[in-house]
């Protein structure tokens, strides 16, 4: 961490006017570590941030350390409500969480109940990664969110079991062609709903979001009050 510049509270610590500083801004959002910090360190980190904000640093603390902690709290505490989110719905956890419900969708030989098992289980978990993340600045009605969710798991599951049926019907596939067709049922279903949910999403915080402006759109669930600069 000896590279990084000066602390700038709230700010990235890399370069995000060039595309390596932006995917290495990315990469400390979804870095898995911060799953493991305990609440001492966290507390820690709290406690340094609150020393530099008023300017009563202890002796020897570095910019490295600053960064450090700001990284722990960007990734466990939510910036709007000041609460810790919960570790399966953190953008740290949406890799090693989302990784068994991707593989899920992805076997082979899927029985009708196994489809719909997967794709309700994947939609659960974005419907939680959002909700955890969400602008809480501007609360919104649970039947809200709830709305949003049932509608997700309806099109999801009728997308994944109509193309499979359509497949399985089809007579000029061989077999082999339709098995390899049938594993990748979920992408359309998955990607459909992504594409969708993408046109209302904002930027999570501004730890997240890149600044100045980019050409990367911010497509992760929002968590702050300030809309991404390049969202709109």
């Known amino acids: ?14 370069d995000q006017n060039t595309f390596f500083g932006r995917l290495r801004h990315f990469l400390d959002v979804i870095d898995p570590s911060t799953l493991f910090v305990t609440e001492k360190r966290l507390q820690e980190s709290l406690e340094l941030l609150d020393c530099f ?14 960064w ?3 990284k722990i709290k960007q990734a466990i505490i939510h910036p709007d409500t000041g609460e ?10 949406f890799i090693p969480f989302g990784t068994p419900v991707v593989v899920g969708l992805l076997l082979p030989h899927q029985t009708l ?18 909700y955890c993340n969400r602008n809480a600045s501007k609360p919104a009605p649970v039947s809200k969110f709830l709305e949003g969710y049932l509608g997700a798991v309806t099109s999801a599951v009728s997308i994944a079991v109509g193309l499979n049926v359509l497949v399985r019907r089809a007579r000029r596939l061989g077999p082999t062609t339709r098995l390899l067709v049938q594993r990748f ?13 993408g046109r209302d999403s904002s930027c999570p915080s501004t730890a997240w979001c890149a600044s100045p402006p980019s050409p990367w759109p911010c497509r992760s669930p929002s968590a702050s009050s300030h809309r991404c600069p390049r969202s709109v």
């Open 1 to 14: 961490m000896s590279e990084y510049v000066r602390f700038q509270h709230g700010k990235p610590p890399f």
């Open 53 to 66: 904000k008023q300017g009563t640093l202890p002796p020897g603390a570095t910019d490295a350390q600053l």
């Open 68 to 70: 450090q902690a700001q």
């Open 84 to 93: 810790k989110i919960p570790m399966p719905f953190r953008m740290s956890g």
């Open 113 to 130: 109940a196994s489809t719909i098992f997967w794709q309700c289980l994947n939609q659960s978990h974005n419907a939680c990664v959002n």
């Open 185 to 197: 049922i979920p992408f359309p279903a998955v990607g459909f709903l992504s594409c969708s949910e």
